[in-house]
């Protein structure tokens, strides 16, 4: 199955990269790789994983260490859509609705 990465997913697998590369760039290098090597396992056999329809219909999940990485399968390919720290405020992430700071503006 063709794996593809959104450009969010690709931002976080970035973003996580930067931050374990203040401490130790070799180690942010291989655990991006992991991510990486994680994502064409997911590719191969993606219905395996955790359902979460309660964030988005259709989405899955793969735990990778602390990280979660968040995906669409389709009939030929895997999307991966986000890539996040396990301690955020997931479904804050996929909701789609404004915060409510914003409908008061």
């Known amino acids: 199955m063709q794996l593809e990465f959104a450009p969010l997913a690709l931002a976080d697998m970035e973003t996580i990269g930067d931050y374990i590369a203040q401490d ?11 991510l990486r090597a994680q994502c064409q396992k997911i590719a191969a056999a993606p219905m395996v994983y955790v359902t979460r329809p309660e964030l988005v219909a259709g989405l899955r999940s793969c735990a990778h260490g602390r990280y979660v990485i968040f995906f669409m399968p389709g009939a030929n390919r895997v999307r991966i ?7 955020m405020d997931i479904a804050a992430v996929f909701d789609p609705r404004p915060d409510s700071e914003d409908q008061e503006k």
């Open 81 to 87: 859509e986000r890539i996040l720290h396990s301690a």
């Open 24 to 34: 130790s760039p070799a180690n942010a290098q291989r655990f991006v790789q992991g």
